[in-house]
Structure formats: structure tokens, C-alpha cells
């Protein structure tokens, strides 16, 4: 269960993540953001019963918010890394 959290709030900020216009990871994706959302909100409820189930009430409640805003911190970095490694410009 220590696991299974961390892992659900990572799919839950990605499927928010996915869900916004700005994204690049998927673009084809953003015509499903509603879905995506809803998608969200369930590995949302999952990852804090989850975690609540491992750690506690409380601490699993911080533990998957926790997971979920580092999580939503580093997605846009990573899409930013992600685009500016596949491409070749030469700035300068």
C-alpha cells in the first residue's frame, strides 16, 4: 500500500496535467481533457484511501497531497525537458 500511493497520485497529476491546454506530452489528448479530469478525480479519491488505508488518517492525507503536488510541480519540467531534447535548434 506504501507503494500504491505514490503511484496513483502520480497518475492523477498526470491525467490533470494532460487535461490542460498547455501541455505538450500529448496534444492529441487535450480533446478528451473532460474525461481526463474525471480520471483525475478518481485516482484522487484512490490514492487518498490508499494512503490513508497504509499511514493513518491524517498522515495519509498529507503523504498523498504531498505526492501529488511534487508530482504536479515536476510534470510541466518535464515536458519542457522532454520537448527541448527532441529538438535540435541552435540558439545563437
Known amino acids: 500500500m506504501s507503494v500504491l500511493y505514490p503511484l496513483l497520485s502520480l497518475c492523477c497529476a498526470l ?3 494532460l487535461a490542460t ?9 487535450q ?15 484512490l490514492a487518498l484511501a490508499a494512503a490513508s488505508t497504509a ?10 497531497l504531498s505526492a501529488f503536488m511534487l ?5 510541466p519540467y518535464l515536458d519542457a ?9 541552435h540558439v545563437g
Open 15 to 17: 491525467a490533470f496535467y
Open 21 to 29: 491546454a498547455h501541455q505538450r506530452l500529448r496534444p492529441a489528448w
Open 81 to 89: 525537458w522532454w520537448w527541448m531534447r527532441r529538438e535540435r535548434a
Open 71 to 75: 508530482s504536479a510541480v515536476l510534470l
Open 31 to 45: 480533446g478528451h481533457a473532460r474525461g481526463l479530469r474525471r480520471l483525475g478525480w478518481l485516482l484522487a479519491v
Open 55 to 64: 499511514l493513518g488518517p491524517w498522515a495519509g492525507l498529507f503523504a498523498a
